[in-house]
């Protein structure tokens, strides 16, 4: 069974393997070992710790005990009324078992709770068509990647 916890210091190490397994393992193929490379520094522990202390929210994924997902809640970057759902990641071997989707269950009853009218996910090239599923759509209806090689994609309350 998954449960869904808020984040706390005590599971960063747990969370800085899981992103960067991700992007060594999964996002490679999408963006190259150059570029992942350089954004695995993001995500070193010591930088996590000071990144998520900063969050809005943020919560984990536990399956007996053990951290098998993360999702991270913010203020937009561009608009004070937009949240941002960043670094959704889930261990490889788990992909596939719906985690992903309750991480992002999670921030969105957060949301609707705290009155949020909209979310935007900077989606990755690997996993914008799975939030397309769950009913995000193209930012202005473009599908389009920014000057990260992200989609942005979002869903209005």
Request: aromatic share 12%; no cysteine.
């Amino acid at each position: 069974m998954i449960e869904i916890k808020e984040y706390d210091e005590t599971y960063v190490e747990q969370i800085s393997t899981i992103i960067i397994r991700n992007l060594l393992e999964v996002n490679v193929k999408d963006y190259g070992t150059k570029k992942v490379q350089e954004m695995t520094e993001d995500f070193t522990v010591e930088n996590l710790k000071n990144t998520l202390k900063n969050r809005r929210k943020g919560f984990v994924a536990l399956k007996n005990n053990e951290v098998v997902g993360t999702a991270g809640l913010d203020v937009s970057w561009y608009n004070p009324n937009e949240y941002y759902i960043l670094t959704v990641f889930v261990k490889p071997e788990n992909h596939g078992e719906g985690i992903g989707r309750l991480l992002i269950k999670a921030i969105e009853d957060y949301a609707i709770h705290s009155n949020f009218k909209k979310l935007v996910i900077p989606a990755s090239i690997t996993a914008h068509e799975f939030y397309y599923k769950l009913g995000y759509r193209y930012k202005d209806n473009q599908r389009l990647l920014n000057e990260k090689n992200m989609y942005l994609i979002e869903k209005t309350f």
